[in-house]
Each structure stands twice: as structure tokens, then as C-alpha cells.
């Protein structure tokens, strides 16, 4: 039988801004209508942009990062109906097989990048701690990133994937995530030790792209209550699963009618918990599907975990190919905050310990501390929720392959290189925080 040509589905255009293109949203809601019919064993192609829409270039300055416009990000390719042989669509309580057969960078663009965002747009998981913005650029060779001092396969995979919400789905999302924002962060004890602004984002008509929608009473209504994309949810979404890759198979529970399937936010590696937010290495793409359905597959298979049928969340098989490493350097973090306070069984707090005893380690090596926040956000680092019942700690590790470094970071006898054995690793393209809100300093770290 001779290979299997993809149907080109999708096409995008990276010098076009998205609302202009009619292939892409930005935002979850079931009245975007679908662009594109494919039937269960059709293998297609979908291409996306990078998750900005073009707002961050490749040279050397992070003004565009600190100055980045969130409410416009996520462009999402489709969505995409599904049918079956017959021609009959996928349905409210099935289940969408997708599996992902092939993905790459697009030709001519074969590059991405890496970030933090400023405290006051955006932050990262340590925003208290490194509340500048700043900016890494990456060059694909083969399927290798060629960032200096270190080199790493890529496992190239899409951030955010997932089918449209039903119009009850949605609502629940936005009273639950509303009822969070009315509590404030007072009411939110993790609030005081991560710091992320805001507590959730709330529907918001400006930046709104919604796909073939027409403008008019129907777009106005849509926009001001579709969904952001920056969460997962029931639906999949931005989970930012990292081995998402080729060979895998994603079960999504189906809320309407043709499943509605969306892409977008592709990343050519990332480390577990994308903690710089705009984390992996960021890149625009193609994806290569092929679709099955399920009949009643959410009854069948999908345990609901809250008061709906709809409090699902989607399965996945991983598929076999990974970067393989054989030699790990492995960080530990309990449930105690950098002031001595004491958590109960908080995994956020714990990895956050590892992920700060991480970098305060590797930048005894030459490294700037924002340049290991970075390389933790894109390189195949791996993170683990280690222990969760010894009361009153959670413990998780962040375990980094040494094999990526081109030096040796293990500790020694004789310490960390010092004097001429020190290599100093440069610096990234960074803007200064101007900012009023407080800096969390750890009066042991240096």
C-alpha cells in the first residue's frame, strides 16, 4: 500500500494577523463554527501559528516580551468536525480518538523562542523571585535546539489541544472560575507564595478571534462569554503535555455535535511545568491527525470527578518516541515557602522549592539565574510529585539530564569551579522590572 498523503486541511499564513485569516480562534465556545469535516481514518494536516501570532521576533531584545499583548494569544487552528464512515457526527457523550502521526516546523521558520514575561504582564511561576522580562531565541538544527552551552533533542508537541465546550460546560466554567476572583487572593492561601496575577482570566471580548464567526449580536454575545485558552480543562486544552508527540493517541470527551477539535500553541521541547509561562520553546507548524469515535465513550470509559456528566478530563496513550537519557541530576522540594512557613502536603510549594534549589545551583556554573529559568522551562527536564501523604510535606523533584550541558555540573570534592575553570555563560536579553510590587528574597540564596 503506498504512503498515505495527508489532506492539507488548515493552512495558515505567520505574516497574517489571525483574525484576518478565519482558520483560527483564540477563545472556547460552541457557536464557532467548525472549518473544516473530516471522517474517522482520514489522515489531514492542520498548520498553526505560534501562540502570539508573530508579537515576538528573533533578535536580541525582550522589549517585545515585556510589551506582549495576552489578551490576543492562543490562536487555535480549527475547529475541526468529525464524522464517522456514514457521515454521521461525533456526538455529546462519545468519545474523539485523535492520534497525532507526524509534526514539524514549518519550512523557512524552522525557529523558536523562550521567555519571561514582566510581573505586571504576565509573570511566570517564580515571578517574585525574577520579575523582568527576558527573551531566548533557538535555531533548529535537525531536530536539535543549538541554544549556547547546552544541546538537547527536541520532542515537538502542541501545547493546546482539545474540543469545543457545550453551552453548559461553558457556563460552569465561568461561575466557577468568577467565584475564584470574587474570593481574592486573600481568601487563596497559595496566592501569597506563587504570586501569579491574575487569579483567573474571565471572559474579555478585546483581543477576540473567533474563527468564521460574523460579526454582529451573535460575535458580540460570544465573545463576551467564550472561555480563555490559558487553562486546561474538562475539554483538554492548554495542558501543555509534553509528550503529546508523535505516536500518541488523546481520548477527548465530546460536549457537541462533530467534536469540534482545535490545535495551536506547538512547541518544539518543553521541561514538566513550563515554569517561565512562556515556557517551551514557542514555534509555529504543522500536525499530521487521524481521527476515530468512540460511540458512548464517556459512559464507557470517563468517571466523572464533580456534580455533571460533564466533569470529565481527557486521557492519552504516550507515544514511543522520546528523548532517552540515562544520567539525571535530581532536585527536591518540600511544602515549606522561602519564609519558613510551613505548608500542608502542597505540591505547588514543594516544586517550587525544586525548581528554586535547581537554579540557585546551576548558576554556580556560570549560569545567569534567569538563563536556568529558561533552560527549565524548554529543556527535557522532568518533574515529579514524589511523595504526597507524609504529613505535613508534599515532596517533588526536578530531575535534570546532566548529558545536555557541556559541562560537568555533578557536585565534587574540590566544589563548584571557581577563578579560571569558571566559564561565565553570558547573559539573555533582558528588560528591568518597573514595577511597584514587592521582590521575594531568600536571604540564604545568593
Known sequence: MPPTTPTPLIKVDIKKPAADQGV?????????PAVGTVEVGEVFRVETIDWTNGQIKDDDSAEDMKNVDLTCVHNLSGPVAVNDKEGKPAQPGDLLVVEILNLGAREGDEWGY??????????????????????????????????????????????LIGTAP???????????????????????????????????LLPNAKGATLGTLPKGPAWDKAAGEAA?????????????????????????????????????????????????????IEMSGWLDFKCDIIRGGMDKYLTPMGPTKLHVNPIFEIGPLEPRFSEWLVFEGVSVDESGRQ??????????????????????????KEQVILLLSCCPCEGRVSGIVDVPNACCTLAIPTAIFDQDIRPKHEGPPVGPKLVQRGSCPRVPYQGKLPVTKNPCMH
Request: a negative charge; hydrophobic letters at 35%.
Open 166 to 200: 457545550s453551552h453548559e460546560l461553558l457556563k460552569i466554567w465561568n461561575e466557577r472560575e468568577s467565584h475564584l476572583v470574587e474570593q481574592g487572593e486573600a481568601a487563596i492561601t497559595l496566592g501569597s507564595v506563587c504570586h501569579t496575577r491574575p487569579l483567573a
Open 228 to 280: 480563555r485558552t490559558i487553562p486546561g480543562r474538562e475539554n483538554g486544552g492548554n495542558c501543555d503535555i509534553k509528550n503529546l508527540s508523535r505516536g500518541c493517541k488523546v481520548y477527548f470527551p465530546v460536549f457537541v455535535e462533530g467534536a469540534n477539535l482545535s490545535v495551536g500553541d506547538l512547541h518544539f521541547s518543553q521541561g514538566d511545568g513550563e515554569i517561565s509561562f512562556c515556557g517551551a
Open 114 to 159: 523562550t521567555g519571561i514575561f514582566d510581573r505586571d504582564n504576565g509573570g511566570s511561576f517564580l515571578t517574585d523571585h525574577f520579575p523582568h522580562a527576558c527573551k531566548a531565541t533557538f535555531h533548529f538544527i535537525s531536530n536539535l535546539s543549538s541554544p549556547p552551552f547546552v544541546r538537547f533533542p527536541g520532542l515537538i508537541h502542541p501545547g
Open 24 to 32: 483560527l480562534h483564540n477563545r472556547w465556545h460552541p457557536d464557532i
Open 343 to 368: 505548608h500542608y502536603l502542597d505540591a505547588t510549594v514543594a516544586y517550587k522549592r525544586a525548581v528554586l534549589n535547581c537554579v540557585d545551583y546551576l548558576s554556580k556554573f556560570g549560569y545567569s
